[in-house]
């Protein structure tokens, strides 16, 4: 292996007056060299883990980013234009993956959104992509079978894997160094089929800031963050919450009240089957109907550039009466 990785470690690992921060070329000249195949397993963990105790940096999130966006135009180029980018990479522990059902009446509204995410097996929560196959959704392995979905119904999702084994790998290293890494910071960053629009959902405070910020030096064109349910883009409704926004080159936020007063989540009732029920109108669900609202709310405000809270409401509701009430199916098994 090349020797060009060893110095980005030890710029990192000097000690408490040696050690620095990488600048945007290092960050991407060393995600170009992890992605290209030139790093040893040691250094990778080394790497992400000095990197993980002091949380990565702004101008380290624009190089990876810069690098994995290049690095992913070099594979099948979709040849589709893509309106939303869906990362969806958190899992729900204590609710259902309510968003899911937001970005489908997106899609039946006609938006054409791609979700990608990953699934780490043996955690407790639902990811997305459970949810996806249980409602007998079909998952994408392909730029074709994107193209496919995107053309019959505006939706498609494919996980991590089929984007790039390196980046899915990365985010398995957390089975042997316990701990996530800044890959997920990226996975969520990279739009990786170049949607006009992407929402990123953020669990800890100060990585909304940290992901509209490099937004801005990434020079993205639209861009909505916000501290969602367990981390994923998912509006909580029994929390107040503020939507950041980067959009016409200017960043800007607005707080929004919570939606619901009490404790409706029911965290030990996780049936699938309050998806499709909720979806079809069989059974209004107390918590689903907001998260799912609000959720909508914040994005088609996003879309359609929509400031006012109660206006990106009423989308919310048009987009929702709106919907095909027979597309999902009753989970299976």
């Not at 119904?153 to 985010?171: E, H, T």
Request: with cysteine; proline share 3%.
């Amino acid at each position: 292996m090349s020797n060009a990785f060893t110095k980005y470690v030890k710029i990192l690992g000097r000690g408490k007056k040696g050690s620095r921060t990488l600048t945007t070329e290092e960050a991407d000249h060393a995600m170009s060299l992890i992605l290209s195949g030139q790093v040893e397993s040691e250094q990778l963990g080394a790497f992400w883990m000095l990197i993980r105790i002091r949380e990565e940096t702004i101008d380290e999130t624009v190089g990876f980013t810069e690098a994995t966006r290049q690095f992913l135009s070099e594979k099948e180029v979709l040849g589709l234009e893509i309106d939303l980018d869906w990362p969806a990479y958190a899992g729900k522990r204590n609710e259902l993956p309510w968003f899911l059902l937001a970005a489908l009446a997106l899609a039946d509204s006609g938006v054409k959104v791609v979700m990608h995410g990953h699934v780490f097996k043996g955690e407790e929560r639902i990811f997305v992509e459970e949810a996806i196959r249980a409602l007998d959704l079909p998952i994408c392995h392909s730029c074709m079978e994107i193209k496919e979905n995107i053309t019959q119904k505006n939706f498609a999702y494919i996980p991590l894997q089929d984007i790039d084994s390196q980046l899915s790998d990365m985010m398995d290293l957390k089975y042997t160094l316990g701990l996530r890494s800044p890959v997920n910071t990226v996975v969520r960053m990279m739009n990786p089929f170049v949607a006009s629009h992407s929402v990123h959902g953020v669990f800890h405070t100060g990585y909304d800031i940290l992901h509209i910020s490099a937004s801005e030096q990434l020079n993205d064109p639209s861009v909505l963050v916000f501290r969602g349910g367990n981390g994923e883009a998912e509006v909580n409704p029994e929390r107040d919450v503020t939507l950041w926004k980067w959009k016409h080159g200017v960043a800007s936020w607005t707080s929004w009240p919570k939606a619901e007063k009490e404790h409706k989540r029911l965290k030990h009732h996780l049936d699938l089957s309050r998806l499709s029920d909720h979806w079809s109108g069989k059974q209004i669900d107390q918590f689903g109907e907001q998260a799912v609202r609000q959720t909508i709310a914040s994005v088609a405000g996003l879309i359609h550039d929509v400031v006012s809270h109660d206006e990106c409401l009423v989308l919310a509701d048009q987009i929702w009466t709106n919907r095909d009430r027979n597309w999902l199916s009753e989970p299976i098994g």
